[in-house]
């Protein structure tokens, strides 16, 4: 189950946060587990391969949402200096202890970005803003799950630093990436394992 599983890592990370998809592996694990001449246990093990169908559907309609929302000028503006570098917290992170997370702060927003991401929107954010320090810029951003802010647009003396356009295009990069990475994964790691799994429980239920 741990392989079968493992193409769907990025997209629930990408929904719900790496943490709960620890939580629903464990719940899988433990189901998968159990007896399935038990009645019940065999619709709970229906369910959650329904929620697995379910998550690339859901990641589908986010993405389209969210580029919705932009190409709609749904978004929000905001007027702030620049500050002279990026800031960073940390918190717990998965078992390495502590992780270090960095992001620009605009007038009270915090835009993540990935230091060693080499993505256009990550290199702006964590390093090239930097260079117009001190300065006044406006910014439109929409809020990803009503919570994570999503730079759109940036504009500093009447210079724009960002565009709409180039947000758009860093939307369709991940997503392309995304259901890349997914597809491959089904392919070369689900189905094998997916077919070992099936085939040693056959045996299980054989030698029993």
């Not at 998809?21 to 694990?29: E, L, N, P, Q, S």
Request: net charge neutral; aromatic share 18%.
């Amino acid at each position: 189950m741990l392989f079968v599983t493992m193409p769907y890592v990025d997209m629930v990370h990408e929904m719900w946060g790496r943490s709960w998809f620890f939580v629903y592996w464990g719940i899988a694990f433990f189901i998968y587990g159990l007896n399935s001449s038990v009645y019940w246990v065999k619709w709970l093990k229906i369910c959650v391969l329904s929620v697995l169908l379910f998550v690339p559907i859901a990641l589908y309609f986010e993405y389209t949402t969210e580029k919705q929302d932009m190409i709609a000028n749904r978004t929000q503006t905001l007027s702030g200096s620049i500050p002279e570098n990026k800031s960073s917290f940390t918190k717990p992170c998965g078992t390495s202890g502590r992780c270090t997370f960095y992001f620009l702060d605009l007038a009270g927003v915090k835009f993540m970005c990935n230091l060693d991401s080499k993505k256009t929107m990550d290199k702006f954010i964590c390093q090239d803003i930097y260079q117009y320090a001190g300065k006044t810029a406006t910014a439109q951003y929409i809020l990803e799950n009503q919570k994570e802010a999503r730079l759109v647009s940036l504009r500093v003396d009447n210079q724009i630093l960002w565009s709409p356009e180039q947000t758009l295009e860093w939307y369709q990069q991940r997503e392309q990436t995304l259901w890349h990475e997914f597809g491959a994964g089904l392919l070369l790691i689900s189905l094998p394992f997916l077919l070992l799994f099936a085939w040693a429980r056959k045996l299980t239920f054989q030698a029993a």
